[in-house]
């Protein structure tokens, strides 16, 4: 049990008491969002199949393994910790993919390890950006995403500085 | 751009697989990335709808203007092209809080309701807009204050102190949605001429 367990119910909670006390039909109105709630799936739904078709194709074909495998020299070379690399190359593609290779991580090199701490931190500090673009863009009809990818990708590099930066000169 | 983004995961993952042998494996992502996507659907669609109900009673109270409210000042800088009363802002508050406290597939419908509203005020329906792109930017940036799950498996493979983590993560987490804005203003202004 940890302090994070109580958010949902305490969420819930106080929504609900506070729409009660400001007498809100609350059963009709969840019913109403609900509705809402399955149109919006029905939307989404296929964004996220082609989202899903297209990034476990790249994935399946170990294409990005291979590119890790180049650029690994230059890497070990800067005296960066080279086994999170592939992670941090998946994560901006799949959320998925890379809480599986975290867990990886922190299995195999340990939950305290650096490398595990530096897993840790590049999953829960930042979003899946082509899965957030994909599936809000996708929609709502946007085919035009203009600088989008661009300004997401960065906010992704700036998470792999910052997590090594933290972790091997400050924390580690 | 989004048609070269995907098309060229597909091009260069059947050439590439194609090329090193690896014919059966992609066979196998072809034919399973339909129900791939059907088991992620369904891991987080049923909550979805919970939380759309939630979110109703939420608007229906009027929490979502309240929390628009509490945030006006900070929404006037990243959102100058909004009006401080634009519907749009109390999704957009909605989204963020929500995110930050990590419950990430319950944050995602307020989210969509806040694009749908952006996108009725868009002239160019196919083109997104600088409001758009900002709020997505502060989606994928992730300003998540409690990494729920990466706690969970950090404790699962029994970390000393599970939640060590927490201070580095919130460091992370601002330093890059501030970049990434700062970078996303810069782009917008480059690229409006």
New interface residues.
Partial sequence: MSISDYFLPVVVFVVIVYALIKKVDIYDSFIRGAKEGLHLGASVFPCLVAMIFGVNILLGSGFITTLFSVVKPFFSSLGIPVEVMPMAIIRPISGNASFLLMTDLIKNYGADSLIGNLAACMQGATDTTIYVLSLYFGSIGIKKIRYALAAGLFADLITIVMSIILMVFIFG | ???Y??GS??V???V??VV?G?IS??N???I???N??LE??MSM?PL????????????????LDMLARKMKPLFKIIFPELDSDDEALSYIASNLTI?M????NAS??F???A??LL?KKNK?????TRS??TF??L????V?L??????A???L?????????LL??I???I???V??LL??RF??KV?RK
């Fill in positions: 751009m989004i048609n983004i995907w995961f597909i260069i993952g059947i590439f697989s090193t690896n494996g992609i196998n992502e072809i399973g990335s339909g791939k996507s992620l659907f669609f979805m709808i919970v939380w759309s109900g939630i979110m109703n009673i939420c608007k229906d109270a009027g929490i995110n406290l990590g419950i990430h995602t419908p989210g969509l309701k694009m749908e996108q160019d329906k196919q083109r997104a758009m792109i997505l930017v989606n994928t940036s992730g998540t409690i990494a729920t799950d990466v706690i498996i950090r404790s493979y029994n970390s000393v102190n599970p939640t060590f983590i580095p993560t460091i992370i987490t330093t890059n949605t970049f990434a970078f996303d782009l917008w690229c």
